[in-house]
């Protein structure tokens, strides 16, 4: 087959292998003849007849026409492609998707396509043109033909977006107007949508959601739909239906995913993503899984974003082997993310057999090698590694499986020993590849054709090899005697380079070689100091009968010049913190092992280091340059690719610097925290900005309404340029209610790097007007007493000064007079005093419209509040009953709950009263069931006040103790057993004992009174008529003589002087009760009925204190100190203080005479 024949038939293959990709090259028209109509065709690819190889690309693109991305193109339009210079058409060819017959003309520059057949309508077509370098314009290139039908132009987010904002809206633009009554959409992950459109253009359609999109979720939605002239919508030039992931994953694992192939002791990526809702610092941690156990790669803190982390491979086989890494707040790692299996390769390959083999004769001119390695090679690689000498031409390669290759051996020379082998740059198939082992070992055959003859074999160099001018290397080659007998052969080695004229003797050896014995041989070489890429070593052994054989190496360079840097970045200021070192070199370089040993970087940071394929450049990524820092660059002692290689000139090491950008910062002032604004109001952000290196910022202003969980969904304003330092942005705010408001500024300069700030705590927007929750007497009360306060309850905190100014009571009773303080509920009470109401009045209280809450400015009264009430008596109607239930007894700081759930009738409003010994306001609570926390010691009383829904009121009473030390219960507390035995002790066989223990361990279930019933109650008033007929009598004469219990008849007394209503004297061991009108007679001891008390109480417990003793007494401390020191005067106790309480003992045999004044305190 002729020349011409060979390639016609090479161009039919490669049509026929474009047809089969779809691919369809450019058929140029006008040509007659079936051989004129091939070589027309082929013209756009490279001339049959055309002599010589197709010269280097050197033009590239200037334009294309349509342009990449053009729409609307009519359906008879020609391609028009520019090129830089004029091009040679048998350099280049063209291709279309979806296949489409072109015809081409060429004029200077300029390529245009015609098409018999048109287009296709609504068609994305894509042109690629090869044999041109890459350019400005884009190569392949597409463009979309005219289109009568709808399509969509553009998505919001777009098909693959990730880390979606939970609350956005999906917007869908079309290229047409649309019917909306016919659009229709669908949404994966059980979401709803609600769509509206851009009336009235109809181009425009925004899918809302109500409910948030779900974290890190894949979501795909599809639109069907026509436009208005009724032509369904068709695929255009973005997907539909299209996808895109909702939200932050806290970690997600980018390499490796699975399938890979790593080189034990290589050097690899770890990519991942991480991310945290509050913007915070993550701890991360890299584990490999090494059979069953997961083992440890590194740890550490990282933020938001992108994370790289280079590993060394471990020196392990294993085809299981995944990545983890974990990321969460330090050290909890609550999330992870894993790779699929991959494969971790250690092993070395090796060549497990091949064919021919070694000292196999008579093998043809023509054969097939076969090579079988124990792994997976990589092809490529090995393909080139294949070596043998003499040269032998290889026709083709072919891999049956990926461990064998076939290599097909054109016109090798007759009775000639081959030697051969794959040399180390062989690999398996793993990244970065094992090379072969035993990578030096030759091989050979021998060729048929009659009597084999002496030969010499040339061994080193090659050809391909780069040797440093002035280094020193063995010529190696091996001698084959096929004589019958040994033989001396004169081995003479010469070089020459630059085109043959330059030439050298390497040197002259003389061999023994036995007959039919190959022997290796070497002559050492001094490379001379030059640079040539054209060097071939000869090697000539002459035999004693002169017989020469021969051979010599293919071209291999000669490098005598050391590298260069010409050129690195970055340097000098104002570096981005995503920036790549570059270095560049004038030849290339050895590559160090590891690669990343060719730079260092100071301070450290790790550095992603890649070489060019050209190994003249080579980049280094940071993974976290650290802004305002600046960096010294330092690169190693490297050499060239030439062996040993010539190293970089002085100075050495090169080093050089860069400064990082400044990342900006920024200061929230206001809010800060703690403020209450009211929703729809205007207040002031506030903020304080800086950056060294922009003038101005880009800043975003955002607000959360739950503490920021919701990743500050809340938009304020933004983006906005402002300059650096102070700033501010009026807000209206939003009409809302939270108690965990937080309001957020983003600033961010022009590299975008990006800063923030939280207001330091939550603050409140309020945006409800208060409301009355509660009154009493309650709204259309009926027989309110007309000296009874009025309280009114509100939904929360208050403007007091703007509610004081709007209350108005009318009738005016005069004396008013305004006391506040706060519910249980949070909002404030307002309790009223009043002069005494006339009786059977109606009264109107009423709030203006002008109150409001305590919000700045203030949420006013949504209307007049206005409660009526009368002191006429009550309707003939079966009356509420009024039941409070408490514990009697309470230390200071125990919160306690009142229970009025017993009460009955058909009760609409409760409230509880709380006022001190003194009659004093303490608080108001509301509920059936009220808990309450008292701070200071004292007798309480808590009145609950129910109202029917008839306006009929009923109250009850219990009585509170509230002490401070735990001795104190002792005295006066029931239901402790010591406390029991201590009071027990202080009190036997005494009457006021006796009513002191029913009174302090049995009140409780006597404490509820009716303040109304004192005087009605029969047994009490049975009790009062006996005092008054009887004053002085003692308690057990009253209970003998009206034949009462002790608990009655305590619980009556107490009650009766409680209320002023009788009093009480002790004498020894009785105690006397009196009517209010009599006069108490003096006692005869000089000592008050407290001090009695007091005395009896120290002796039986010493170092009681002050204040212990005035809240078991139910009496105020100035009154206990009173008594005290009276008592001190008369020597009957002695003070003594202990830390800061003053605590007292009782003086035993003291008396008037021998007490000082100096044992009374002054205060």
């Known amino acids: 087959m002729d020349e011409g024949n060979a390639r016609l038939v090479a161009w039919r293959v490669m049509v026929i292998a474009l047809l089969l990709i779809g691919a369809v090259p450019v058929t140029l028209a006008g040509a007659a003849s079936v051989a004129g109509s091939e070589r027309s065709a082929s013209s756009a690819f490279g001339d049959p007849g055309a002599a010589g190889d197709p010269t280097p690309a050197t033009a590239f693109i200037t334009s294309t026409t349509p342009g990449d991305g053009a729409v609307g193109i009519a359906l008879n339009a020609s391609i028009i492609i520019t090129f830089s210079e004029p091009v040679s058409p048998t350099n280049v060819s063209v291709s279309i998707l979806p296949s489409l017959a072109l015809n081409s003309s060429w004029a200077g520059t300029t390529l245009t396509l015609t098409h018999a057949n048109l287009f296709a309508q609504c068609t994305i077509y894509t042109v690629e043109v090869s044999g041109v370098l890459p350019g400005p314009v884009a190569n392949p290139f597409s463009f979309r033909t005219f289109c009568p039908n709808p399509v969509i132009v553009s998505t919001s987010p777009a098909d693959g977006a990730v880390d979606v904002a939970l609350s956005a809206n999906i917007v869908v633009t079309f290229d ?201 090679m990589n ?58 082992a035993d990578c030096t070992a030759t091989h050979d055959f021998s060729t048929e054709g009659g009597t084999p003859v002496s030969s010499v074999s040339l061994l080193s160099p090659r050809g391909g090899e780069s040797w440093t001018g002035g280094s020193t290397h063995n010529v190696r080659f091996t001698v084959d005697n096929r004589g019958p007998v040994t033989d001396v052969f004169s081995v003479n080695a010469t070089f020459r380079y630059a085109g043959g004229t330059q030439t050298g003797s390497v040197g002259v050896i003389d061999l023994t070689v036995p007959a039919g014995v190959a022997l290796d041989g070497q002559i050492s070489w001094v490379v001379p100091r030059a640079d040539a890429l054209d060097a071939i070593v000869n090697v000539t052994a002459t035999n004693r009968t002169g017989a020469r054989f021969w051979d010599e190496s293919l071209a291999f360079e000669i490098d005598s010049t050391p590298p260069q840097v010409s050129s690195f970045s970055p340097s000098g200021p104002g570096v981005k913190l995503d920036a790549v070192i570059t270095v560049m070199f004038t030849e290339p370089m050895a590559v160090p092992a590891p690669p990343s040993v060719a730079l260092t970087i100071a301070p450290t940071v790790a550095l992603a280091v890649q070489w060019r394929s050209t190994r003249d450049a080579l980049t280094a990524s940071p993974t976290a340059l650290l802004p305002c820092t600046t960096y010294t660059v330092t690169l190693a002692a490297l050499r060239d690719d030439s062996d040993p290689g010539n190293p970089l000139p002085s100075p050495a090491p090169i080093s050089w610097s860069f400064s990082t950008i400044c990342s900006p910062t920024v200061a929230l002032l206001a809010p800060d925290g703690g403020e209450d604004w009211t929703g729809g109001s205007m207040h002031t952000i506030r903020w304080v900005t800086s950056d060294p290196d922009d003038p101005t910022l880009t800043i975003d202003l955002s607000f959360s309404l739950d503490g920021g969980a919701d990743g500050f969904s809340g938009v304020i304003a933004g983006p906005l340029v402002v300059t650096i330092g102070g700033g501010s942005y009026a807000w209206t705010l939003p009409r ?107 009264y109107a209280a009423t709030f203006s419209a002008t109150a409001k809450d305590d919000s700045d400015p203030g949420n006013f009264l949504a209307g007049p509040v206005v409660v009526r009430f009368t002191t006429q008596p009550p309707p003939p109607v079966n009356p509420p009953v009024a039941l409070a239930v408490g514990h009697n007894q309470i230390e200071v700081g125990e919160p306690t709950t009142f229970d009025g759930t017993g009460s009955t009738g058909d009760i609409r409003d409760y409230v509880w009263r709380i006022a001190d010994n003194h009659g004093g306001f303490v608080g108001v609570l509301v509920g059936s069931l009220a808990t309450y926390t008292f701070q200071q010691q004292g007798r309480y009383s808590v009145t609950l006040f129910v109202t029917d829904v008839n306006g009929v009121v009923d109250d009850d009473t219990i009585e509170i103790a509230v002490t401070s030390n735990p001795h104190s219960d002792g005295l006066i507390a029931a239901g402790a057993a010591g406390a029991a035995l201590a009071a027990a002790a202080l009190i036997a066989g005494t009457e006021g004992g006796k009513l002191a223990a029913f009174q302090f361990f049995l009140f409780p279930l006597y404490a509820r009174r009716k303040r109304d019933e004192l005087l009605d109650h029969e047994t009490r008033g049975m009790i009062r008529g006996y005092i008054l007929v009887h004053p002085g009598d003692s308690y057990s004469d009253i209970r003998r003589n009206l034949a009462l219990s002790n608990g009655t008849l305590s619980y009556h007394l107490t009650v009766l002087e409680r209320e002023g209503i009788v009093h009480s004297q002790t004498r020894g061991s009785r105690k006397l009760f009196y009517p209010r009108e009599a006069r108490l007679p003096n006692d005869g001891g000089g000592m008050h009925e407290v001090q009695i008390r007091m005395l009896r109480a120290i002796e039986q417990i010493p170092g009681l204190a002050v204040t212990d003793l005035a809240g078991a007494l139910g009496i105020t401390s100035q009154l206990a100190l009173y008594h005290l020191r009276a008592l001190a005067q008369e020597g009957r106790i002695r003070f003594e203080r202990r830390g800061l309480r003053l605590r007292c003992f009782a003086q035993m045999g003291g008396s008037e005479d021998t007490a000082t004044e100096a044992s009374v305190p002054k205060d």
């Not at 032998?392 to 097909?408: R, Y």
């Open 736 to 842: 809302a209610d939270s108690s965990r408001v937080l309001v957020r500024i983003t600033a961010t300069d022009s590299a975008g790097n990006a800063a923030s700030d939280t207001s330091a705590a939550v603050f409140t927007i309020d945006s409800t007007p208060p409301a009355l929750l509660v009154s009493f007497p309650a709204d259309g009360a009926s027989g309110h007493k007309t000296t009874r306060d009025l309280w009114f309850v509100w939904t929360e905190r208050v403007d007091r000064a703007s509610f004081a100014t709007a209350f108005g009571l009318s009738p005016n009773p005069g004396g008013l007079g305004l006391e506040w303080s706060v519910s249980n509920l949070g909002g404030d009470v307002l309790l009223v005093t009043h002069d005494p109401m006339r009786s059977r009045t109606t």
């Open 176 to 376: 047409k107007a649309m019917a909306p009554s016919t659009v229709t959409w669908t949404i994966t992950g059980g979401i709803l949508l609600n769509g509206s459109w851009n009336v009235p253009t109809n181009t425009i359609l925004s899918l809302h959601h109500y409910a948030d999109f779900s974290a890190c979720t894949l979501y795909t939605v599809q639109i069907t739909g026509s436009d208005a002239a009724g032509l369904p919508l068709v695929p255009g030039p973005v997907s539909n239906p299209f996808s895109f992931r909702a939200g932050v994953c806290l970690v997600q694992l980018r390499s490796p995913t699975g399938g890979e192939d790593w080189t034990g002791g290589s050097i690899h990526q770890i990519i991942w993503d991480q991310a945290s809702p509050s913007g915070a610092d993550l701890g991360w941690t890299l584990d490999w899984l090494n059979g069953t156990a997961w083992e440890r790669i590194a740890n550490g803190t990282a933020g938001n974003g992108t994370q790289t982390y280079l590993w060394t491979v471990p020196l392990v086989d294993r085809t299981d082997a995944r990545v983890r890494v974990c990321a969460g707040p330090p050290t909890g790692y609550l999330n992870c993310s894993t790779s699929g299996p991959f494969t971790i390769d250690s092993t070395a390959p090796f060549l497990v057999s091949h064919d021919p083999p070694d000292g196999a004769l008579d093998v043809p001119v023509t054969m097939f090698l076969t090579a079988v390695f124990s792994e997976t």
């Open 379 to 436: 092809q490529a690689a090995t393909e080139r590694a294949f070596t043998s000498s003499p040269p032998a031409f290889v026709l083709s390669t072919s891999w049956p499986d990926p461990k064998t290759i076939v290599l097909q051996l054109e016109g090798l020379r007759t009775a000639t020993r081959y030697v051969w082998s794959f040399g180390c740059t062989a690999t398996d198939i793993s990244s970065w590849g094992n090379p072969l």
